[in-house]
């Protein structure tokens, strides 16, 4: 069980400064183990501060953060723990890659876990596998990988932990589709045999449509809306009135709607479009 | 119209490290941009597109093959180091990340940083960074940080910085990738209208097949060879033979592809939604009415 609830959190860049922005206004939500929940907002919603409160990066000028019910920062020196089991894979891979050897990168969260040298081994063998790293890349100086390739050393690095909490700043990004896909899935796929709690922050929202069982959408620090992806797709309008874009299949619901073909507006994948689309509606040969 | 880049047979592998053996990363690319088209490159991550985009603007030397700028043979054996500068000022380039580009903190000295280094005098670059930040729209924020600008426009200063440089051609390295959807509307709309209404070359990777419909010409790779070469619209119609090779087609092409193969006669290179629901409110109707109307 990884539960992770905020409580009012409200959270301040600035305070006192003339830049003070409120980041975080007062958000109460609950991720739930078992789940892959989705998080969008455009850029300044507030969503990646969100994200850096759920591992402790950030601590809420107001408000709380519970992991399973028990507030993260009753003991402040025992945040690291905390960092054990909420896993944050950032955006952009490069301030999160330090270490010599793609491998030494890969250990050091198991080691600092205190795992035994051969457990070690096993999980970096396995996490290296898991993001689709070939064994002769682990010798490798992180930095002399491809951009794909850091994306998945990074990934590599927080499964290793098996965290019960994944937290993924935009995972695919500048992956190419095949890539986009084999990451996501296999993440769906730790989800549900491990029945952790995975949170995923992505501009995509094809991809939101895809992998996530529930969508949450911030806009100026607030959580606007919340719902499965049929339910938050569904309500384009609104999403672009908050400056979010709906996947292009969508729109092409809405256009068909418009010409007299009514499928739904709760369409966001290409394949359950066609469904509704085509179904009782094959055209006869000749 | 004349051709900026030509290039014929180019291979590239990367040397060796310690015990390892050099990766290949082109085979005998050979293709060609005339000034003022608009090239996307699409293709798998490794599959050697970020190896020809620096070879175009001369980071890398080409293994073998020849690379021609504004008609100038750069891989000549008499070529010197002039002659390349004098095609590296030709052709730019834009990166992936907004935060690894910039190199001043105010957003006109940033831009200013090019045409300082090529020597011009000081009212001149003042003309080429008003010019460049107006041309990207960001004459607002000159002497603002550039710390505290969105990804978006971090990008877009980038472009300015390239332009200020009385640059040809532009090539950008997936310069979206790291944009949210408005920060890459924004990039977008700038490459656009810097080629249409300057008439720059735009050479433009990427992994969004939406960015790529806007496009002259698609040039999709795979494993250091280019294996599709034509319009969006002739690209996007071999709908299975891009899935064969791992990338995607925008969704309206797909969703046509599914209206297709249940036997409806619909086109697949149709990337705007309202046309595309068109065409299928066509094709629909046409069966049920023996295609008499629209």
Known sequence: MAEITLENVTYIYGKGAPYEMRALDDVSLTFRSGEVTGLIGHTGSGKSTLVQMLNGLLRPDSGKVLLDGKDIWEDPKKIQQIRFQVGLVMQYPEYQLFDETVEADISFGPKNMGLAPEKIKEAVARAAQFAGLAPELLKKSPFDLSGGQKRRAALAGIMAMEPAVLVLDEPAAGLDPGGRREILGRIREYQRESGANVIIVSHSMEDMALYCDRVLVMENGRLVMSGTPAQVFSQADALIAVGLDVPQITRVARALQDVGVDIGLDIYTVKFAAQRLLSGREAHEG | ?294
């Open chain 2, 1 to 294: 119209m004349s051709v900026i880049i030509n290039a014929e047979h180019i291979s590239y592998s990367y040397p060796a490290d310690e015990a390892e053996r050099p990766v290949e990363a082109l085979r005998d690319v050979s293709f060609s941009v005339a000034e003022g088209e608009f090239v996307a490159i699409l293709g798998h991550n490794g599959c050697g597109k970020s190896t020809l985009a620096k070879i175009l603007c001369m980071i890398l030397q080409p293994g073998e093959g020849t690379l021609s700028i504004d008609g100038k043979d750069m891989t000549a054996d008499d070529i010197t180091e002039e002659d390349i500068n004098q095609g590296r000022r030709k052709v730019g380039m834009v990166f992936q990340n907004p935060d690894n580009q910039l190199v001043a903190t105010i957003v006109e000295e940033d831009v200013a940083f090019g045409p300082e280094n090529l020597g011009y005098p000081p009212e001149k670059i003042r003309r080429r960074v008003d010019w460049a930040l107006e041309t990207v729209g960001m004459t607002k924020y000159a002497r603002h940080a550039t710390h505290r600008l969105s990804g978006g426009q971090k990008q877009r200063v980038a472009i300015a910085g390239a332009i200020a440089m009385h640059r040809k051609c532009i090539i950008f390295d997936e310069s979206t990738a790291m944009l949210d959807p408005h920060g890459r509307k924004e990039v977008m709309d700038t490459i656009t209208r810097l080629n249409r209404e300057e008439g720059i070359t735009v050479i433009h990777i990427t992994h969004y097949m939406n960015e790529a419909t806007m496009a002259d010409r698609v040039l999709v790779m795979q494993k250091g060879g280019i294996i599709m070469e034509g319009k969006p619209a002739e690209v996007f119609s071999r709908t299975e033979e891009l899935w064969a090779a791992g990338l995607d087609v925008p969704q309206t092409t797909e969703l046509l592809w599914h209206v297709r193969r249940a036997g409806y006669d619909v086109a697949l290179d149709i990337f705007d939604p309202e046309k595309c629901a068109a065409e299928i409110a066509r094709a629909l109707k046409g069966t049920a009415h023996g295609r008499d109307n629209t």
